[in-house]
């Protein structure tokens, strides 16, 4: 995980005086860090691109190697080489996932919606730039739909249609092998109706039998919104 620290261990216990121990990075055998107590050596590297400045950290007992405050820019083939009384060496993958974002749940609908018109919810959960990931709807512990990638920084969405009334609890899940980030649905906040449907009153007022004022009340949820007067 990002921000992590991991150690690579040499499994010896303790460096003889002719030992030379030496870590190497990538494809390249970047040399990132040496131990040799003949010559007085005992240093890291920052790596040609710097991305190990101020992370490395060598064990002086056994050179083991600890790797700080870790971004996916540290993950690769670590390769480790000792020389002296006998050669050995070992090879470590260090793979480093990416924190993960918590997804982010939205409406495609209307800001209400009469449940005549229309019985569902149309809601989407999406997510930005991650790698390696899976993207999930759970109606409970059951799950009803997911989407992965494999890519590095790209964007996932996964859509659901909800009815307004469904008591049901929905979350969206977003994860990799090692951790993972929920968003419980709240159907209430998300998709709301109309409560109220707007409704036309009129009131008509004979005071003269050829004109008669008729009112015309417009109500809403909210309150009034127009008031018309029309003679006829």
């Not at 121990?21 to 970047?30: D, H, L």
């Not at 000792?82 to 793979?95: C, E, M, Q, R, T």
Request: charged letters at 15%; aromatic letters at 8%.
């Amino acid at each position: 995980m990002e921000g992590d620290s991991v150690t690579l261990h040499t499994d010896v216990t303790q460096i003889h005086e002719n030992d030379d121990i030496q870590w190497k990075f990538g494809a390249e055998n970047t040399l990132i860090a040496e131990i040799s107590r003949d010559a007085g050596i005992f240093s890291t590297s920052d790596g040609p691109d710097e991305r190990f400045r101020n992370r490395l950290k060598l064990d002086p007992q056994t050179g083991s190697l600890t790797i700080t405050d870790t971004t996916t820019e540290h993950a690769g083939l670590y390769k480790l080489e000792i020389s002296g009384v006998k050669l050995s060496s070992k090879k470590f993958n260090v793979s480093v996932c990416a924190r993960l974002p918590v997804p982010v749940i939205s409406s495609n609908s209307s800001q209400c919606s009469s449940s005549s018109s229309s019985s569902y919810c149309s809601l989407v959960c999406s997510v930005v730039n991650v790698g390696h990931v899976t993207l999930s709807w759970y109606k409970g512990n059951s799950l009803l739909s997911s989407i992965s990638a494999s890519d590095l920084s790209i964007s996932l969405s996964l859509p659901l249609e909800v009815e307004y009334q469904d008591n049901n609890s929905y979350s969206c899940v977003l994860n990799n092998p090692i951790s993972n980030q929920t968003q419980h649905l709240d159907i209430g906040e998300l998709c709301q109706t109309c409560s109220g449907t707007a409704a036309l009153i009129r009131l008509f007022f004979h005071t003269n039998p050829i004109k008669s004022p008729i009112f015309f009340f417009l109500f809403h949820k909210i309150g009034i919104i127009f008031i018309a007067l029309q003679y006829v």
